[in-house]
């Protein structure tokens, strides 16, 4: 039972340009939204967040949009630089005390010079 | 602050042996987390404590994996016969109670160890 899913296991984008990594979620009672980074040999490193309550968080290049109605959520990254190339995962917290994160399959995105 | 330490961070092992794993994670964080990444997934959560608690190990097998975390602090992951599918990468994360951070509910991934089972 995949509760949260990517479902583009790669995308490929130019210097520059914008990139846009989709997540689809199913549980209705997660109230957090999360993006993690992950380059080759090292562990997920938090990016940027968005509670339930919400439908946008901007931190410099990176925005995340929220669309409850869809069960959806976006990253945008622009413009889109090199050093950007790694894998995405989206997670979505449960609500409650717990913490416990529920993450995506992964997007690569690799961002061409 | 210094990032949550895992060692070993490769571990080649026959399938039938045991392995462990060792975590610290980022000093006064009372939860942490252990993780499995498959090769093409997402990282599952196999177990979290709070202080030295277990929360939550719905996902763990426990016919084979066990986790201790004592005095809050320090925590170790054994697998006991490891089996071929049980190659990942193993994550140790941490956060304050709660997961609540500076910047929301993200909290802290290690390295990891990449076990390879034979």
């Known amino acids: 039972d995949q509760q949260v899913k990517q479902n583009s296991p790669s995308l490929s984008v130019q210097e520059g340009r914008i990139s846009i990594l989709n997540c689809d979620y199913t549980?209705?009672?997660?109230?957090?939204f999360l993006w993690y980074k992950k380059y080759p040999a090292e562990g997920p490193t938090f990016l940027i967040s968005?509670?339930?309550?919400?439908d946008k968080n901007e931190d410099g290049r990176f925005t995340v949009f929220l669309n409850k109605s869809a069960k959806h959520l976006s990253l945008h990254i622009v413009p889109s630089q090199p050093g950007d190339s790694a894998v995405y995962f989206c997670?979505?917290?449960?609500?409650?005390?717990?913490?416990?994160?529920?993450f995506g399959q992964g997007t690569t995105l690799q961002v061409k010079p | 602050e210094a990032g949550v330490a895992q060692s070993p961070r490769y571990k080649i092992i026959e399938k039938r042996q045991s392995v462990a794993f060792w975590c610290n994670p980022i000093s006064g964080h009372a939860t942490l987390y252990w993780y499995q990444q498959i090769l093409g997934q997402g990282p599952k959560l196999l177990i979290q404590?709070?202080?030295?608690?277990?929360?939550?190990d719905s996902q763990l097998p426990k016919d084979r994996f066990s986790a201790e975390r004592l005095k809050g602090v320090d925590s170790t992951l054994k697998i006991q016969p490891a089996k071929l599918e049980d190659s990942a990468v193993y994550l140790c994360a941490s956060s304050p109670v709660g997961g609540q951070g500076r910047r929301g509910y993200g909290y802290t991934f290690g390295s990891g160890t990449r076990l390879t089972v034979v």
């Open positions: 997670a979505a917290r449960f609500a409650g005390n717990t913490g416990k994160l529920i």
């Open positions: 549980n209705s009672m997660f109230d957090y």
């Open positions: 968005i509670s339930s309550i919400k």
């Open positions: 404590f709070q202080n030295n608690g277990v929360v939550d």
